[in-house]
């Protein structure tokens, strides 16, 4: 299973693409991509890089787990909650920072 | 300090407004990334794990109060009241806006700075001894020849798209201070026969996946001919560099494949070409940029003897800082002082506005209003009259700045780590405090004395881990991280790379692993004068090996 991750252009905030095409700050309402959902994904790709607004853009593979979405990668975890020393709140999108394809 | 003259005002200003003019076309979706990406680049802009990250730079890591003051005020305006000290003197600020870098920009030429050429394949932010123009053990300031260096390396026609990044640090000293013997060009200053003092030129060092000690190029190199002698150098790394591999693009691996004898006499082809020519250094260049270095006022004082052990007596906690933070000055009666990032459990190379606020505020007031920047990620206030050390510790105590650790076991260099950085693999942070936390004892960092920890969390080697006595290198394991312990490494004159022991540790193991390697150090020391770095050498790495992995 994949999700699509990148960062919003004016803020450089983390953000995920959800089920109705948006670009949102919170994991777990990313839209998973099955593997058989290669052709819907790239098409996802084309209309996000068209936008020019996410920038940084890429696959991640997840899994669930207790049904929450967790990135396979220890990165993906970290860059999902902020950092983890010391602890701090990720970057949030502004108001000019919602992005939709 | 060094000011701008009218060619440094304008081409710092016409970049802000050319930059700002990119970021505008950016945003208005008139240039696309790929088309911007190299745009910001050069101009310290990058794009880290949560947002963008901006390195601005502080050349040869010298400021003002006004200077660093700005720096807090940007903090405080544009980002999350922090900023983060790094291992090349420079500051990096981890969450600006894409749309608030144009008025940050502006900010920083308000103050003479600015954040060119901190990224990209040119010559970066040329770095030097913390304690330039004040140590005692100095024979020359380094600083206006860094300056000179600045101006003729700032948009270098020929350098600005070299194979990949250049780094040059000098010392003056020859107690090296500053790793000269790391860098892509080390410079030191010398003394030849006739007493002129030159510059002994060091080529190919560097960490990173393929660490290596510099090699000596040329033993004197005199002032004159400095910029001559770098530029052939450079036109040399220009032409024959790789540009096939990046991971073989830096001059070590050219000056490794060729040899430096063939390096050397490229160097002295082109060299002899230039030399005497337009880049002949005038004395009275020399001399316009020296005067912006010239000592401070200093007042005549007898030179005074500091009692630290009977402060310690009335005072543990300032005697402590007295004993370790101190580094002696050329003129009697003042003292350099380090002002210590590395508070216990705190992140390497952090200082909040206040807190940069606070250090101006001592450094306009005791220090003749300059302030450096340590590769080491702490803060220095160069000029402080002996007289003045307890209001100067007193007021760090306030700004909770007054941790006398410098050169101890929990005054650690690490990099961001995978809690920022988008090339990491594992987290340098949390190991840095855990192993702060381990050894938070006064006591018993006073014990163990000299050691020098350096924490990378990838093999790009920003935390020096390979010349850390103890280096501890972060790296990715079937998804979780995984630390390599390194030891003898050692930055100085008496350059060394660190080796890997054995297998890696789990993050918490790791401050357990490294109280191992400490007791198995002091219980071998010949004595509390034999530094962990001498045991090392003369017990060799078996009593080092046995205590991280048994006897087996």
């Known amino acids: 299973m994949e999700i699509l991750t990148g960062n919003e252009l004016i803020s450089g905030a983390t953000v995920y693409l959800d089920r109705r095409g948006q670009w949102v700050e919170e994991l777990q309402e990313a839209r998973v991509f099955a593997v058989e959902e290669g052709e819907a994904r790239d098409a996802a790709i084309a209309a996000t890089k068209a936008t020019l607004r996410i920038i940084s853009l890429e696959t991640e593979k997840v899994s669930v787990v207790e049904g929450l979405l967790v990135p396979e990668r220890l990165r993906e975890r970290i860059r999902a909650k902020g950092p983890t020393a010391p602890v701090l709140d990720r970057q949030h999108l502004y108001e000019d920072g919602h992005v939709s394809i | 300090m060094y000011r701008y003259d009218e060619f440094d005002a304008a081409f710092v200003g016409g970049r802000v407004a050319q930059f700002s003019d990119q970021v505008r076309r950016r945003i208005a979706g008139e240039l696309n990334e790929d088309q911007f990406r190299p745009l910001r680049l050069m101009n310290g802009l990058y794009l880290q794990l949560h947002a963008y990250m901006l390195r601005i730079a502080v050349p040869y890591g010298t400021m003002s109060s006004r200077q660093l003051r700005k720096l807090a005020h940007i903090a405080r305006t544009y980002d999350r009241g922090y900023g983060h000290f790094t291992t090349r003197q420079n500051i990096q600020f981890n969450w600006p806006k894409l749309k608030d870098v144009p008025a940050i920009l502006e900010e920083l030429s308000s103050v003479e700075m600015h954040a060119i050429q901190t990224s990209g394949n040119c010559i970066r932010n040329i770095t030097t001894d913390q304690f330039a123009g004040a140590a005692a053990d100095e024979i020359i300031d380094p600083r206006p020849v860094a300056e000179i260096l600045r101006q003729w390396s700032s948009l270098h026609p020929e350098f600005s798209y070299l194979p990949r990044k250049f780094k040059i640090a000098m010392t003056g000293a020859p107690n090296d201070r500053a790793a000269i013997r790391f860098h892509d060009i080390g410079l030191q200053a010398v003394a030849n026969a006739a007493g002129d003092i030159g510059w002994e030129v060091w080529v190919g060092g560097g960490l990173g996946r393929t660490p290596m000690v510099g090699k000596m190029i040329n033993a004197y190199v005199p002032h004159e001919h400095l910029l001559a002698y770098l530029e052939s150098i450079l036109r040399v790394y220009n032409r024959y560099g790789r540009r096939d591999n990046k991971f073989k693009a830096r001059i070590k691996i050219l000056v490794h494949e060729e040899g430096l004898e063939t390096i050397k006499g490229q160097v002295e082809a082109e060299f002899a070409e230039v030399r005497g020519g337009v880049l002949t250094l005038p004395q009275e260049e020399l001399d316009r940029i020296n005067t912006y270095f010239a000592p401070p006022a200093f007042q005549e004082l007898a030179a005074t003897r500091i009692d630290v052990a009977r402060e310690a007596i009335l005072d543990p906690g300032y005697g402590r800082w007295l004993e370790r933070n101190l580094n002696s000055h050329r003129q009697p009666g003042y003292v350099s002082l380090t002002v210590s990032l590395k508070p216990i459990g705190g992140a390497p190379g952090d200082a909040t506005a206040e807190q940069m606020e606070a250090v101006a505020d001592l450094a306009e007031r005791y220090s003749f209003d300059e302030l450096r920047v340590t590769h080491e990620q702490n803060l220095v206030l160069p000029h402080v009259r002996v007289a003045d050390l307890r209001a100067v510790y007193d007021a760090l105590v306030a700004a909770e700045l007054a941790d006398g650790n410098a050169g101890l076991i929990t005054d650690m260099i690490a990099c961001p780590g995978l809690d920022y950085c988008a090339l990491a693999n594992a987290r340098s942070i949390p190991i840095a405090q855990a192993i702060s936390q381990k050894f938070a ?92 770095i001498a045991a090392f050498r003369r017990l060799g790495e078996a009593p080092f090996k046995e205590a991280l992995y048994g006897a087996g």
């Open chain 2, 441 to 532: 004892s006064e006591e018993r960092q006073k014990e163990i004395g000299d050691l020098k920890i350096k924490i990378s969390g990838c093999i790009n080697a920003c935390g020096h881990h390979h010349v850390g006595h103890i280096g501890i290198l972060g790296v990715e394991k079937k998804g979780g991280e995984l630390y390599q312990i390194t030891l003898g490494g050692d930055a100085t004159e008496n350059a060394s790379v660190g080796k890997i022991l054995g297998p890696g540790f789990e993050a918490e193991k790791v401050p357990d692993a490294i109280e191992r390697l400490v007791d198995a150090y002091v219980a071998r020391r010949e004595s509390p004068a034999e530094t962990f």
